[in-house]
């Protein structure tokens, strides 16, 4: 049984981690390496100020517009334009921009990048191996994902491209993170899918479940590992997939390690990241441990056993 794909659909409104964000919800990944080509314009009027961006990606133009003036939003969202509003002064009506600056310089190329991507409806890219590819799951993609013996319900969100359109559209617009599709970059075929199951403040998420479901929490298998608690530490699942076909060549662990090494790069605030696993399924607990996890709680919930594996990155 997968561990973590059960929480797809658990749409909370907790904080997002990776970057320090200005308004709405500012990336919370790492932007693909390409090279951006921007040119600036600015205009001036009055009080207000806009200024134009030109955007290159995969060898197509987007032109991004910055403004603290509502009208001028206004006039490029029904262009067709990707537009960021910029907070530079209180008392500003900027509804009509799904991202806001506080400052120009909070707007370099990866962030224009990801607005533009958002807006043209592109896959973030959010980090690559030396095998794999790691980026947000596209609606093509349901023709590549098999039916498995240990699907669950949640599984056939990914299954056709209404489901998966929908999945895109609520989790990644929203939340700015969810289960990304892993990529064999060798064949570009789809190869699994890992990412971010679940984030939480405050009560440890073991402690938290157990109470909720009558579970029972079972010490710290850890040992002498002291933790950081308290409302300040956010608490981040990871969950992991691979496909049959491309099992048994380290794509599992290797999504993993990058995963955390991006939370470990961007996040802003003290980290826990953890992994919720089915005692059962021996395997992902071993690639969970070989991946720098260990065991820190064990949950019963009637029959059933759950291992929490905590990585060691909380500061």
Known sequence: ??????????????????????????????????????????????????????????????TVVISDEKEALLAAKRAGRAVIGLQDREGLDLWPASYVAESLKDIDAAYLE?????????????????????????????????????DTQEDAVFYTEESLSRYIRCQYSFYEYGLWAVVEKETGRLAGKAGIVRTSYGKEPWEAEAAGNDGK?????????????GEDLLYIEIGYHIFHPYRRRGYAAEALRKIVELVKEKARTPVCIYAKIDASNKASIRVAEASGFSVIAQKCIGAGQWLYLCSDCWR
């Not at 993609?141 to 498995?148: K, M, N």
């Open 1 to 62: 049984m997968k561990h973590g794909v059960a929480a797809v659909n658990r749409y909370n409104s907790s904080i997002l981690m990776y970057t320090e964000r200005v308004s709405k919800l500012k990336s919370s990944t790492e932007t693909v390496q390409e090279i951006l080509h921007c040119r600036v314009r600015k205009v001036w009027d009055g009080w207000g100020m806009t200024q134009k961006r030109e955007v290159r990606i995969e060898g197509i133009d987007y």
């Open 114 to 150: 990801q607005v533009v991507r958002r807006h043209a409806g592109l896959p973030w890219r959010i980090g690559e191996t030396r095998r794999l590819l790691i980026r947000e799951f596209q609606v093509e993609d349901a023709g590549q994902v098999p039916r498995e013996e240990t």
């Open 217 to 229: 929490t079972e010490g710290q298998a850890g040992g002498e590992r002291e933790m950081q608690t």
